[in-house]
């Protein structure tokens, strides 16, 4: 039997065609491949796709030139807005 972590990422992206910034939400599906390797999978919507950062294209424009922004951007930026040296993480269950 294959242990299976999935977790919920938001991914920001800015088009450097048109500046329009969107966030979409992605589900990486992490497992053993059977032969000690890790394995990830990532879904959007509830579909298998590509990984967020692998030739994004701006929904508005059609553009190419997309910025893409991991979800550990957004806590830095907190970090940095609000001065607090502390964000928040979500809790691992044991």
Known sequence: ???????TDIWSFRCQR???RWEEVYEAWHANDG?????VTWRNH?????????DPT????????????????????????TGHGHVPQPRRSA
């Not at 032969?35 to 394995?39: K, L, Q, W």
Request: aromatic share 4%.
């Open 35 to 39: 032969h000690g390797g890790d394995v």
């Open 58 to 81: 701006c929904p508005s424009c059609g553009g190419l030139a997309v910025k893409v922004l991991p979800s550990h951007w957004h806590d830095d930026v907190l970090r940095r807005q």
């Open 46 to 54: 509830g579909i298998v796709c590509c990984p967020p950062w692998c």
């Open 1 to 7: 039997m294959r242990d299976t972590c999935v977790t």
């Open 18 to 20: 048109c500046e329009l």
